[in-house]
């Protein structure tokens, strides 16, 4: 039991489950409403491929997992997730809140749907 608990710790984290990094929104202080659209939907884009990716290593993760510590328990510690893909993953989730924060602060009314929750202040 306490292999599996350490073999499904280093699986990939869910997608949902990875904070945005914080990201100031100053860096989008000079943008008009037009390139604040444009950023974010490259951003959007990126995110959501991103997410699709961490997703999909943390379920070949899981299957890896479970089939390591049925068949051969060590290899079960060989599953580490991909931590790149989840570090890009939480900047691309920062600069969405920092979008959406210079788009309120410019009065663009651009906003992200099924936003990452808001990071630092």
Do not use: H
């Amino acid at each position: 039991m306490v292999a599996i608990a350490a073999a499904l710790g280093g699986c990939a984290s869910s997608a949902a489950d990875i904070t945005p990094n914080y990201v100031s929104p100053v860096i989008y202080q000079s943008y008009t409403c037009q390139q604040l659209a444009l950023e974010a939907q490259g951003v959007s884009a990126r995110a959501a491929a991103l997410s699709g990716a961490q997703d999909s290593q943390r379920t070949k993760d899981t299957i890896a997992t479970t089939a390591a510590v049925i068949v051969f328990w060590p290899a079960a510690f060989l599953v580490g997730g991909d931590k790149q893909t989840a570090a890009e993953l939480g900047q691309m989730k920062g600069q969405m809140v920092a979008i959406e924060q210079a788009s309120v602060a410019k009065k663009c009314n651009i906003q992200f749907q099924n936003k990452p929750p808001p990071g630092p202040a």
